[in-house]
Each structure stands twice: as C-alpha cells, then as structure tokens.
T-cell receptor, first 114, second 114 residues
Framework: AQSVTQPDIHITVSEGASLELRCNYS??????LFWYVQSPGQGLQLLLK??????LVQGIKGFEAEFKRSQSSFNLRKPSVHWSDAAEYFC????????????FGSGTRLQVQP | DGGITQSPKYLFRKEGQNVTLSCEQN?????MYWYRQDPGQGLRLIYY???????QKGDIAEGYSVSREKKESFPLTVTSAQKNPTAFYLC?????????????FGPGTRLTVL
C-alpha cells in the first residue's frame, strides 16, 4: 500500500544550527509531494511542493526539500534554524489515483533550543 | 480575504449527542476534505468531496457524516456512533478535484466529549 513515513517523531536542534527532517514514501511511480508546518492549535501551512522537474525545491521561510527517487525520499532542510521554526512538520503525498486525496506522514515535532 | 473558515474553534459535546462542525471556503475550490488529528497519529482522512452533491468516504468515515449542497460549504456531523470523537478536526480545500492539487487548511475545531 502507498504510504508516507516520517521516521523521526521528535527532533531538537539549537538555534542557528542546520536542520533536516526525513520523509520517505512508498509508491511505484513519482508522487506529488508536499511539506506542511503546523503551530500548536493551528491549521497546516504549506511550505513547499514537488510535482516534477527540478528535484530541489525552494519554499517559504527559507526551507528547501530535495526529491531523491533512488532513495524514495523527500527530505526537508533549512541551513539555519530560528526559534520561530519550532512546530510540527508533516510530509504528504498524492500517490493513489483511486483515492484522490493526500496521504500524510505522522509528523515530526521540532524543538529549538536557545 | 480568501480562505477557509471553521467554526466553532472549540466545541464540547455530551456523550450521545450529534454535533456539526462548519467549514466554509471562498476560494472557489472544487474539492474539500475533512481530517481528524490525534496526537502522534498525523492526519487521517474522514471524508472528501470533489464536486457539489458528491462525496467519498476516507479512511475513518465510521461515525461521521457529511453533505455538500453548496460549493463553498462542507459541514461534518460527528454522530453518537463515533466511539472516541475527542480530537482536533481540520478542513481543507483544493482547486483540483483529482487529489493532486495543493490543499489549503482551515484553523481547525477542537472537539471534546464530556
């Protein structure tokens, strides 16, 4: 079955350090992939998306993600984390034409230490 | 301003009662979605609708019902048959009705069963 996996439930980084959040998908073809961010008690905000073309995509708030077909991954990165980046991050993908809806990973909670 | 509104923000229900969560969008999007979010489980799809007067069950539709009488509205009813309804509920919409489009989220409704 098609799935999206975020292996890290919780990550803590120091402010100013680099960040990489992992996302793996299980699908035979190239999926449409998304990263969303959620602050506590809020809805989800789109950070970036990949449909096709350049495998390195830029998003808002200084985030980027790289699609790697060979590794079935779509990891989110940021070179220097700010305290305001503390939130929960969700990877999601469209992979099933019959379903016609996104499949979400279980999320990664990011804490930022001063 | 275009966007998705959900009301109420907080909702309390006694066991055995049905409650209806509102979701309205003025983005002229065709597709609308309802998700349930529980801690550590990410987002799970309850129902989705690709067009007015049509909707499909998602992964956890039991105990929920929806209607789509207007393009801009997609209310969710949590019935007494839902065994554990306490959760955060998110509504989303997308311009593309094939599931591939970017989904935009409302601010959510937190439902608590007393």
């Amino acid at each position: 079955a098609q799935s999206v996996t975020q292996p890290d439930i919780h990550i803590t980084v120091s402010e100013g350090a680099s960040l990489e959040l992992r996302c793996n998908y299980s699908y035979g073809a190239t999926p449409y992939l998304f990263w969303y961010v959620q602050s506590p008690g809020q809805g989800l905000q789109l950070l970036l998306k990949y449909f096709s073309g350049d495998t390195l995509v830029q998003g808002i708030k200084g985030f980027e993600a790289e699609f790697k077909r060979s590794q079935s991954s779509f990891n989110l990165r940021k070179p220097s984390v700010h305290w305001s980046d503390a939130a929960e991050y969700f990877c999601a993908g469209y992979m099933d034409t019959g379903r016609r809806a996104l499949t979400f990973g279980s999320g990664t909670r990011l804490q930022v230490q001063p | 301003d275009g966007g998705i509104t959900q009301s109420p923000k907080y909702l309390f229900r006694k066991e055995g009662q049905n409650v209806t969560l509102s979701c309205e969008q003025n983005l002229n999007h065709d597709a609308m979605y309802w998700y349930r979010q529980d801690p550590g489980q990410g987002l799970r799809l309850i129902y989705y609708s690709q067009i007015v007067n049509d909707f499909q069950k998602g992964d956890i539709a039991e105990g929920y019902s929806v209607s789509r009488e207007k393009k801009e509205s997609f209310p969710l009813t949590v019935t007494s048959a839902q065994k554990n309804p306490t959760a955060f509920y998110l509504c989303a919409s997308s311009r593309a009705s094939d599931g591939k489009g970017t989904q935009y989220f409302g601010p959510g409704t937190r439902l608590t069963v007393l």
